[in-house]
């Protein structure tokens, strides 16, 4: 079997087989640029290896040698020889990179004769001992284990006793005294000597590479990074240059353009007379590569037409690496350069301005989730270094902030209000009732609950950071006081939360700006043109909506309508509608409701400029609309003016056991149809109005939780008559369509039913996920975390859809209600609306929309074009392979 590659016979395509490093130094020799001579062995080698017992085998032994001889020739030097001695650097490459993950071993073949003849010939002894000692440390280290502070605690002795500042000031006596006492570690710790055989020592090194390949930092690297193991490692042998030769020598790394920004100039540093570790550990203060043009005029215009060359061939930014020897350059690497989400937008779009890749390129290469990362603010990376993380949750609102912390909504209000301050939410859950001190907050924090929950859900459509299900987080509402894991914190007290990662730290941690970002707009604009999939709000009030439109969002695809009811002068009518016992004492409240429920539709059709808007009758159980204990009770008693013991006797008539599956949704309408007509008539009643000031407005009404046609048949009879009723009212007449929320499991079974009496199907995947699997979507965060460490769910199916099990009702329900209705539009409206991987999944089942909370929008359009182009690229090919289809 061929293990080894020369650099003349590689290539990029080959990367799977070279790893990227070996594959790219095998382009760069075939582009003609400079790069030291040497060869791959292969990932199969690294396979053969592991095979093998970790050990290199007899035939990939010989093509090493083989290939070490053809080495030695090309370059006219060889191990060991005493006027032109070889020596060579070891690297690790894998086919996806893994960077800093596996070991590498520079100045293989010196020994105690090399190194005098590299003085001799470089006529710079202090050189030829540095490289020594460097070989002698990382060998100890990388090959026999020897800890690296070992080695570096001679070199700070010598230098403090010398009072030296840097590892420059060192002498050749003093480097010579460093090798000496290396060697003696080698004897007290291993009790033998440093192996002087260069052959044995490139030999030792391989086979460390391969190791690596498996040490606990990669294979956790691996994990994080679904890399599969059997990939392997490759390892790259090749000629050392010296960029620590002298002043004429040198080191550095470049960006073909800025990996912050995305500026198009060169980007990087370099330092004189060093080898490439100083510039990564930070011995010396680099230069940066601007400086170069003053200092080796010649060489940084070379390496400036290298770096546009390689940029255009790759197509990509590259991150480079070099050496000058001896006033000549020589490339050490080219590959994709890591870069920041702002830095990847504008390099996508600048690219596609330059020529250099297509539009549908460019929209590929951006991550979706990493728009978040543009949108919303950061901890700043130095700052929060500084800080520990104190306790975590599920991460359900992206975004950081910092604040003060209160535990109950109307003291976060009132610091918020009256003290100015910058608050935190922090509660064991919230409800309807909390939602004026989350809307002041600049983060949420709870106990319970999970990527569903009130909490999530209401934070997610604020844009407001949230982090939920903090398992060690203990409130203690009568004290003022939570606990974290031996953390104390006190009202008034500094919280940081970062939403995007779910995490929490004490103190005050500064963030980042929010930015606008013309790149981001144009890139979603392309996104736009590209998808099939339509991209809606979930959004309740016009600012909601208005958050939504800036993110170019279709429309409203969810208009929750419960959560119009928040304001406290909503909330009283609301409750003394609730309360009510007859009819007719519920009339008044009804027509209060009614005017105030039609001004918010007005405002969202509105704004909706012929952009479809779907709004949802009333959802969720009426308790939650009601006072919780004792204290509340007597305060909204003595605002509604009746007797205390009278209300807590209706809050404790309200009370259900599993309220998630009691007495809402469209039940609700079958026991209070006069709720559902006063909202019915509201919305109509809006678009008529907009009717009168020649806006066209068609009205989508969406009937939550059915579960058979004969429920959504009962509803939308209900619904039509009062539309009806209204037309002829105002002698006026709209198109208007009823629709059901997919959310029961037996209206996915009997989808085809349901669709005879529905005019469209949005899927409310939160109640679905919850009753497929039966888990409670606020009580989840107790235990969904260590269901995912162990592996018994890939992730929260509250975050990316299941699609073995509740993605095949949905394909059931797809396939059945588009037997009974061919075009029937189906929109999912529930959390995974907006998840990049969930969309992969919903472009396949052919859905009209997604619908997401405003700041998703972004991430979900982009998924959406990203989706469409994969499913596209898919099916052109099945076609190219299967002429018969
Ligand atoms: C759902 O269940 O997915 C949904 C969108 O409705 P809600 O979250 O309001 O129950
Ligand atoms: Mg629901």
């Not at 500042?165 to 002498?171: E, G, I, K, R």
């Not at 060359?309 to 001896?326: A, G, P, S």
């Not at 009339?587 to 704004?607: A, I, S, T, V």
């Not at 509740?806 to 329900?813: E, N, R, Y």
């Amino acid at each position: 079997m061929k293990y080894i590659y020369t650099f003349e016979e590689g290539n990029k395509n080959m990367r799977r087989l070279l790893g990227g490093k070996g594959a790219n130094l095998a382009q760069m020799t075939n582009l003609g640029f400079p790069v030291p001579s040497g060869f791959t062995i292969s990932t199969e080698a690294c396979n053969a290896f592991y095979k093998n017992h970790n050990q290199l085998n007899d035939d990939n032994l010989d093509q090493i040698k083989e290939a070490l001889d053809q080495l030695s020739q090309k370059v006219g030097k060889r191990f060991d020889s005493p006027s032109a001695p070889l020596l060579v650097s070891v690297r690790s490459g894998a086919a996806i990179s893994m960077p800093g993950m596996m070991d590498t071993i520079l100045n293989i073949g010196l020994n105690d004769q090399t190194v005098a003849v590299l003085a001799k010939i470089t006529a710079n002894e202090r050189f030829a001992y540095d490289s020594y000692r460097r070989l002698l440390a990382m060998f100890g280290n990388v090959v026999e284990g020897i800890s690296e502070a070992t080695f570096d605690m001679v070199i700070e002795n010598l230098k403090q006793q010398n009072h030296y500042q840097s590892d420059l000031d060192l002498t050749t006596d003093d480097l010579k005294q460093i090798v000496s006492e290396f060697k003696k570690i080698y004897m007290n710790e291993l009790h033998r000597e440093f192996p002087q055989d260069p052959t044995e020592q490139l030999l030792a090194a391989i086979n460390s590479v391969f190791e690596s390949w498996n040490n606990h930092r990669a294979k956790i690297y691996r994990r994080e990074n679904n890399i599969p193991s059997f990939l392997g490692t490759a390892v790259n042998v090749q000629m050392m240059v010296f960029g620590n030769a002298g002043k004429d020598s040198g080191t550095g790394v470049a960006f073909t353009r800025d990996p912050a920004t995305g500026e198009k100039q060169l980007f990087g540093e370099y330092l004189l007379n060093a080898q490439g570790e100083d510039v990564v550990a930070g011995i010396r203060t680099p230069q940066p590569i601007s400086t170069l043009k003053e200092t080796m005029p010649h060489l940084y215009e070379q390496f400036v037409a290298i770096a546009a060359k390689l940029e255009f061939y790759y197509r990509d930014m590259q991150d480079l690496e070099f050496t000058i020897e001896n006033g000549k350059l020589y490339m050490l690497q080219a590959r994709d350069g890591k870069r920041t989400p702002t830095a990847a937008v504008k390099i996508a779009v600048d690219m596609v301005d330059e020529g250099l890749v297509s539009r549908q390129e460019a929209l590929m290469r951006i991550k979706p989730e990493s728009v978040q990362a543009i949108l919303y603010p950061e901890f700043d990376e130095q700052e929060l270094a500084k800080n520990d993380i104190v306790a975590s949750g599920l991460p359900a609102s992206p975004g950081a902030a910092t604040g003060r912390v209160y535990f109950t909504a109307e003291a976060a209000k009132a610091a918020h209000d009256e003290k100015h301050q910058a608050v935190i939410l922090v509660r064991q859950d919230t409800s309807p009732e909390d939602i004026e001190g989350m809307v002041v907050s600049e983060a949420i924090v709870t106990s319970r609950g999970g990527m569903t929950s009130h909490a999530a859900v209401v934070a997610r459509g604020m844009g407001t950071p949230a982090t939920v299900g903090v398992n060690h987080l203990q409130v203690d509402y009568q004290h003022k006081t939570a606990s974290f894991s031996g953390h104390q914190l006190h009202e008034g007290d500094w919280l940081s939360v970062d939403g995007t990662q779910g995490n929490i730290y004490i103190g005050q941690i500064k963030t980042t700006d929010m930015a606008v970002n013309e790149n981001l707009s144009t890139l979603l604009g392309w996104a736009k043109q590209e998808s099939r999939l339509g991209v809606y709000a979930n959004a309740d009030t016009p600012a909601d909506f208005s958050q939504a439109l800036k993110f170019d969002a279709d429309g409203i695809g969810l208009a929750r309508t419960e959560h119009m009811f928040f304001k406290p002068e909503r909330l009283l009518e609301m409750r003394r509608l609730i309360i009510a016992e007859n009819a007719e004492a519920r009339k008044l409240p009804l027509k209060r409701l009614l005017d105030m429920q039609q001004g918010d539709f007005y405002g969202l059709y509105k704004l909706s400029e012929g952009r479809s808007v779907t709004i949802r009758l009333l959802d969720p159980p009426l308790h939650e609309f009601l006072p919780h204990d004792e204290k509340e009770i007597h305060e909204v008693a003595a605002q509604l003016d009746i007797e205390p013991a009278y209300l807590a006797q209706r809050v404790d008539a309200l009370k259900e056991l599993n309220p998630m599956l009691g007495h809402r949704g469209d039940r609700l309408a079958v026991t209070f149809p006069d709720i559902y007509q006063m909202q019915v008539r509201a919305i109509i009643g809006a678009a008529l109005q907009l009717l009168d000031e020649n806006v066209i407005i068609e009205p989508h009404i969406m009937i939550p939780l059915t579960g058979s046609k004969a429920e959504m048949s009962w509803v939308r009879e209900l619904v039509v008559k009062q539309i009806e009723q209204l037309f002829d009212e105002r002698n006026a007449r709209l198109q208007y369509t009823v629709g059901t929320m997919m959310e029961m499991p037996r209206a996915c079974l009997t989808a085809d039913k349901v669709a005879e009496v529905s005019d469209f199907f949005s899927f409310g995947t939160n109640d679905l996920t919850q009753l497929t699997f039966g888990f409670s979507r606020d009580d989840v965060g107790s235990f969904m975390p260590e269901y995912i460490k162990q592996g018994i769910l890939p992730a929260d199916p509250f975050q990316t859809v299941d699609v073995e099990g509740v993605g095949q009702l949905m394909k059931m329900a797809v396939e059945k209600g588009r037997f009974t209705k061919p075009r029937l539009p189906i929109g999912v409206c529930g959390e995974i609306g907006g998840d990049p991987k969930s969309i992969e999944f919903f472009e396949q089942l052919d859905v009209s929309y997604v619908s997401c909370s405003p700041f998703r929008v972004p991430v979900a359009r982009l998924a959406a074009a990203q989706a469409h182009l994969r499913n596209k690229r898919a099916v052109s090919q099945s076609v190219s392979v299967n002429p018969v289809r």
